[in-house]
């Protein structure tokens, strides 16, 4: 059965064709396909070796992401539904690397060949895998995400992993009942629900531990302890994957799959219903309006009947159209003016954020010894940039909304709808998914138009801390240890020499990382200014072409009544009425389907 | 000199210098009595990573886990001490439930517990189960070596590692860690090749560079394993003896899982209780690994031990332990002495104290021992290249085989001075060409100059 929000938009699209709108058909035929065919993307995380590979594997019963006993994962494997079973590999096209558009090419390859070649070809050029597989449990758009495992000291793995988590509509976080929850898993969910709050903690392997019920409560105790609400869901895909071979419905019962299988059915491909219903909402409102717009033109000028004021609004029409075109030239100026401004600007500001940070650093250790308190001091340094980087982009945010605003100040008409709904494309990271995703909770525009972009951002920032201050000879574990036992207080520390060598080396390293993360986070800063300004553009453009698609419309109407005589004026007065009662109805339903309070469209 | 004569002689003399002070002089004693015991191997590792199983394997008896420092020493009969803020009483030992475990009594802060146990196992080191809970300062502090369990290297392991050289002095002596991939028999999820995979896993990490130059070796052990092998019973072995009876299709289904195994309708008339205890005390790969082995004729106790011992890594790690650990007792009781007397000196400056000062810091810098050892490893885990044949004998020379001039020079007889000097200056020439060529590496270079000086201090005491 069709649901409710598809008929809906069905109609929409009717009105549209006979209020000979292509235009507005095209925009919304674009978004049913896309409700249509959603992406709810579910993404596998976990240490290594917790068995996350198998895990999807067993979820859709066939090996198509790689497993094995030692690190295995290199890239995430996208493994969705298509007909006919199909693999590609997707590899950077050029050497240079950016969260934001690295241009890739996509190479087939045939699906019984993928686990071993993803595992053949060498990490850097290697992007993802693709996987398209006729599955029923994939039928409802879900696309299964297996993806590195993190901690493994391979740092750029776990950065292109928190990436793609800000992406997921939902996160299975993976740990075997070897072991309970560490405090660093602990740490990791923390991370991960702040950026997906639809997380669900698997618990692999219950076939090879005898006490995996004692880990399973343990680890309920955990979460709670650490405050974190996410479902757990004891496992085991040695079980399902031999229940699979042999068509053994109670073993299959054993391994967990099917609770599983059930959650991922209840809370997210039920929760996608909502996501749709929301998104056809959002769109089918605007374009209903727009359709209102050239009857209640007519309506008013039959009001009136009088043909002057009938000629006066043709012309009207006709000199708004003109002018539509004319202030193109304008905003499109102001757009890469204000653009190019903001960039410089906010490359400034970061790098007179990062300066300071460093006058401090140095104030610190002209005095301080870095032997002692140096896991303060890195925590101090994160804080800091971390501060420095939320205000920065933050900021680029506050003036790109500034800038959009500026730009729909130059634009010759106001709209409702004239400040775009999200300025990034659909999906940043990688085309697979098309899932538009306006999230839950209700927002205030400011963050609307630029929740993409600012999840883009928590990968780039996460990564920029990623690259940690490792390898400082610091910390003298040994040292203290012994001090300790002779005095019973911390050692004092040697010679002079020594401690203005360490605290040279101190301020290298901390110099070395704040470059490091400068350079990396301006990068993306600068490609999300080129996004924004895309986007922008391209937002403006369309939205310039239906304007003018209405204009005309509403002209080519008050033509009608000036040209039709009085019976047919009043024939077609009523038949517009009629039309324009249909769709203030429709647009009720429309509202309704968002859940939202009705806005008034007033008739 | 060897490095622990000298490090001898600058500990007796700091006693004299620090006669006056209390705490220095108490500390120095202490230090001058833990130079002459055995090596003391410190079990760390994350929390529940199996330290206090893969100490009981290493004893070769199974005792209750305590939530503190246990350390195990050879004695000759079973009693233990212990410590908690400075006091410490004596306490039994008693068998409970199948383990030994030592009765505390009513402390309930304690900080230490010595357990003398005779074992022979223990003869040649003195092992420390370090708790969950062990700031990795008090484990460096105590102990001589270590032995590091973890599963795949994570950031906290390789941060551990490090910290364990971090000192001017620990860098120089980077000679006393073992890393254990634990837990080999979950590796593969319990396949029943999973300790052979481990194996090679641990191979690899033998040769990475992050973790080649932190262990002196990496190997792969199940702890759980070996300690039920150590440890079994005849009601036990007579149990997987009726299981391995069985035919192996007729128990595939019951062994696939844990839950299974103990579960009702099961094909042989064995109590759910043994079969719940064989899982406790085998895990579930351990009782597919004994039913095969079984099968394959391993069928007395005896045989079956030590197919396990062997299997499991527990063999290896020993071996580890005696050519890593316990043949260089000498150089790491130098190192832990010369950490102890650097402490002193910079805790208690005193004028009386710079040549102390200087000559610590010469027989650090010095110390010949160090740099054999480190080139023993480096060589071992490829990170230096020699040829095959220039590599065997560069091992030999700087005493991977065994220290005497003997070993060194591959006599399996007991050669003259003057036959020995002859091989030796042979053996000298060859390597000071090698020393000097510069058509070749620079690591190796480097490799053929500690192997000249270790030809040269041979011929010193050959003379
Ligand atoms: N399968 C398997 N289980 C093991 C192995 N070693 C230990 N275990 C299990 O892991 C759990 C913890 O083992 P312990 O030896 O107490 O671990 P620990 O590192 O001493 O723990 P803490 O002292 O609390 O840090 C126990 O349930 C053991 O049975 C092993 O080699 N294989
Ligand atoms: N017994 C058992 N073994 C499992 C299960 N799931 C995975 N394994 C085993 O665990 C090992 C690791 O599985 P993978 O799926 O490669 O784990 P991963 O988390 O994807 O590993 P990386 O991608 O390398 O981090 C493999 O040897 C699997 O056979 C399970 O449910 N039961
Ligand atoms: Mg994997
Ligand atoms: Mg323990």
């Known amino acids: 059965m069709a649901p409710p929000w598809l008929d809906v938009l069905d109609e929409t699209i009717g009105a549209c064709a006979t209020h000979r709108r292509p235009d507005l058909?095209?925009?919304?035929?674009?978004?049913?396909?896309?409700?249509?065919?959603?992406?709810?993307?579910?993404?596998?995380?976990?240490?290594?070796?917790?068995?996350?590979?198998?895990?999807?594997?067993?979820?859709?019963?066939?090996?198509?992401?790689?497993?094995?006993?030692?690190?295995?994962?290199?890239?995430p494997t996208f493994v969705q539904h298509s007909e006919t079973p199909s693999a590609a590999l997707v590899r950077n096209a050029s050497s240079r690397r950016?969260?934001?558009?690295?241009?890739?090419?996509?190479?087939?390859?045939?699906?019984?060949?993928?686990?071993?070649?993803?595992?053949?070809?060498?990490?850097?050029?290697?992007?993802?895998?693709?996987?398209?597989?006729?599955?029923?449990?994939?039928?409802?758009?879900?696309?299964?995400?297996?993806?590195?495992?993190?901690g493994d000291t391979r740092s750029a793995n776990t950065a292109s992993t928190f990436a793609t988590v800000l992406q997921a509509d939902a996160v299975l976080m993976v740990s075997d009942a070897t072991g309970e929850l560490t405090s660093a898993e602990l740490a990791l969910l923390k991370k991960v629900m702040a950026a997906c709050p639809n997380v669900t903690v698997v618990i692999t392997k219950t076939d090879l531990c005898p006490q995996w019920r004692t880990v399973v409560e343990r680890n309920r105790s955990h979460l709670a302890r650490a405050g974190i609400p996410a479902k757990l869901l004891p496992v085991s895909a040695t079980l399902r994957l031999r229940a699979a071979k042999t068509g053994d419905q109670v073993l299959n019962t054993e391994s967990g799959?099917?609770?599983?299988?059930?959650?991922?059915?209840?809370?997210?491909?039920?929760?996608?219903?909502?996501?749709?219903?929301?998104?056809?909402?959002?769109?089918?409102?605007?374009?209903?309006?727009?359709?209102?717009?050239?009857?209640?033109e007519e309506l008013t000028t039959h009001d009136s009947s009088h043909t002057a004021a009938t000629i006066s609004t043709l012309q009207e029409a006709q000199r708004r159209v003109d002018e539509l075109r004319r202030r193109s030239a304008r905003w499109q100026n102001v757009l890469n003016d204000e653009m190019a401004d903001l960039v410089s600007d906010v490359e400034y500001d970061l790098r007179d954020r990062t300066r300071k940070i460093l006058r401090e650093v140095d104030k610190t250790f002209d005095e301080a010894d870095p032997a002692q308190g140096w896991e303060q001091f890195e925590q101090w340094l994160e804080d800091n940039l971390n501060d420095a980087a939320t205000t920065n982009f933050a900021w680029l945010m506050e003036r790109a909304e500034w800038v959009a605003e500026k730009v729909a100040r130059n634009f010759p008409v106001y709209r409702e709808d004239i400040l775009?709904?999200?300025?990034?494309?659909?999906?940043?990271?990688?085309?697979?998914?098309?899932?538009?995703?306006?999230?839950?909770?209700?927002?205030?525009?400011?963050?609307?138009?630029?929740?993409?972009?600012?999840?883009?951002?928590?990968?780039?920032?996460?990564?920029?801390?990623?690259?940690?201050l490792a390898g400082m000879p610091l910390i003298n574990v040994i040292s203290l240890g012994a001090g300790a036992l002779f005095g019973g207080k911390t050692i004092k520390d040697e010679s002079d020499a020594r401690l203005k060598r360490r605290q040279a080396a101190a301020k290298a390293a901390a110099q070395r990382h704040v470059d490091d993360f400068f350079i990396k986070f301006s990068k993306d800063c600068r490609d999300a200014g080129r996004y924004i300004q895309r986007s922008l553009r391209n937002h403006f453009a369309s939205l310039a072409e239906e304007m003018q698609e209405t204009l005309l419309e509403s002209a080519r109407s008050a033509k009608r009544a000036v040209q039709d005589d009085a019976s047919q004026r009043d024939q077609r007065q009523r038949e517009a009425r009629r039309e324009l009662d249909k769709l203030v109805t429709l647009y009720k339903r429309v509202q309704a389907l968002g859940g939202g309070a009705a806005m008034e469209l007033s008739a | 000199m060897k490095i622990d004569h000298v490090t001898w002689s600058i500990l007796q003399e700091a006693l004299a210098v620090y006669r006056d002070s209390p705490r220095a002089f108490g500390w120095l004693r202490s230090h001058v009595e833990r130079f002459t015991e055995p090596v003391r191997v410190a079990v760390a590792g994350q929390p529940g990573i199996g330290k206090s199983t893969l100490a009981n394997a290493l004893i070769g008896e199974s005792f209750a886990p305590a939530p503190t420092f246990s350390w195990y020493r050879n004695g000759s009969a079973a009693h233990a001490?212990?410590?908690?803020?400075?006091?410490?009483?004596?306490?039994?030992?008693?068998?409970?439930?199948?383990?030994?475990?030592?009765?505390?009594?009513?402390?309930?802060?304690?900080?230490?517990?010595?357990?003398?146990?005779?074992?022979?196992?223990?003869?040649?080191?003195?092992?420390?189960?370090?708790?969950?809970?062990?700031?990795?300062?008090?484990?460096?502090?105590?102990?001589?070596?270590?032995v590091y369990l973890m599963r795949h290297l994570k950031d906290d392991d390789l941060q551990f590692l490090r910290s364990a050289h971090d000192h001017p002095i620990a860098r120089v002596a980077a000679v006393n860690t073992i890393g254990v991939l634990a837990r080999a028999d979950e590796i593969g999820g319990g396949r029943i090749d999973a300790l052979s995979s481990a194996k090679q896993i641990a191979r690899r990490y033998r040769r990475d560079v992050q973790v080649q130059p932190l262990c002196q070796n990496v190997v792969a052990c199940?702890?759980?394993?070996?300690?039920?092998?150590?440890?079994?019973?005849?009601?036990?072995?007579?149990?997987?003896?009726?299981?391995?009876?069985?035919?192996?299709?007729?128990?595939?289904?019951?062994?696939?899982?844990?839950?299974?195994?103990?579960?009702?309708?099961?094909?042989?008339?064995?109590?759910?209780?043994?079969?719940?205890?064989?899982?406790?005390?085998?895990?579930?790969?351990?009782?597919?690994?004994?039913?095969?082995?079984?099968?394959?004729g391993f069928d007395t106790t005896v045989k079956l031990t030590g197919q396990l011992v062997q299997r499991s890594g527990l063999g290896e790690l020993r071996d580890s332990i005696a050519i890593h650990l316990v043949e260089r007792r000498e150089v790491l009781k130098a190192r832990s002495a010369l950490l102890a007397l650097d402490v002193v000196l910079r805790m208690e400056p005193r004028p009386g104290a710079r040549k102390l000062m200087a000559d610590l810091e010469r027989a650090v810098a010095s110390a010949h021992d160090f740099r054999e050892l480190r080139l023993v490893a480096a060589l071992q885990g490829g990170r230096t290249k020699l040829p095959p044949e220039l590599e065997t004998e560069a091992m030999r020379l700087v005493g991977a085989e065994g220290t005497t001039s003997l070993a060194r020079l591959g006599f399996d007889y007991d050669a003259t001075p003057a036959e020995q000097r002859s091989v030796l200056l042979d053996a000298l020439a060859r390597w000071q060409a090698q020393a000097t060529d510069p058509h070749l590496g620079g690591d190796h270079r480097r490799a053929a100059q500690i192997v000249v000086r270790s030809c040269e201090g041979l011929l010193t005491g050959l003379i």
């Open chain 1, 420 to 468: 775009p709904g999200s300025i990034l494309p659909d999906d940043v990271l990688d085309p697979v998914g098309k899932l538009d995703k306006p999230k839950i909770e209700p927002f205030t525009i400011t963050q609307k138009v630029f929740t993409g972009l600012r999840g883009s951002y928590g990968g780039v920032l996460m990564f920029g801390l990623v690259t940690s």
């Open chain 1, 98 to 150: 950016s969260i934001m558009n690295a241009p890739t090419e996509r190479v087939a390859v045939p699906i019984e060949q993928v686990t071993k070649q993803v595992s053949a070809i060498h990490s850097g050029e290697l992007v993802r895998a693709e996987i398209g597989i006729p599955r029923a449990l994939l039928t409802s758009g879900l696309v299964l995400i297996d993806t590195p495992g993190i």
């Open chain 2, 81 to 146: 001490q212990v410590f908690s803020g400075g006091r410490f009483a004596e306490a039994p030992v008693v068998r409970r439930g199948g383990r030994m475990a030592v009765d505390a009594g009513s402390w309930d802060t304690v900080d230490r517990v010595v357990v003398d146990w005779p074992s022979r196992s223990l003869r040649d080191f003195v092992l420390i189960d370090t708790p969950a809970s062990a700031a990795p300062e008090q484990i460096f502090a105590d102990a001589d070596a270590v």
């Open chain 2, 222 to 296: 199940a702890g759980l394993i070996a300690v039920a092998a150590r440890t079994m019973r005849e009601d036990e072995f007579q149990a997987l003896r009726a299981l391995a009876a069985l035919g192996r299709e007729e128990l595939e289904d019951h062994l696939l899982s844990a839950d299974r195994f103990v579960g009702t309708a099961f094909p042989l008339d064995l109590d759910p209780a043994v079969r719940q205890g064989l899982l406790e005390r085998f895990g579930l790969f351990g009782v597919r690994l004994c039913c095969a082995l079984v099968r394959q």
């Open chain 1, 25 to 75: 058909e095209a925009r919304l035929r674009e978004k049913r396909a896309q409700q249509v065919d959603p992406k709810l993307r579910v993404l596998v995380i976990g240490e290594s070796k917790q068995g996350k590979s198998q895990l999807v594997n067993a979820l859709i019963n066939a090996p198509v992401c790689a497993v094995g006993d030692d690190i295995t994962t290199t890239v």
């Open chain 1, 257 to 296: 799959f099917p609770d599983l299988l059930a959650c991922l059915q209840r809370d997210i491909v039920a929760s996608a219903d909502l996501l749709a219903r929301r998104a056809v909402s959002v769109v089918a409102s605007s374009v209903i309006s727009q359709l209102v717009t050239p009857l209640r």
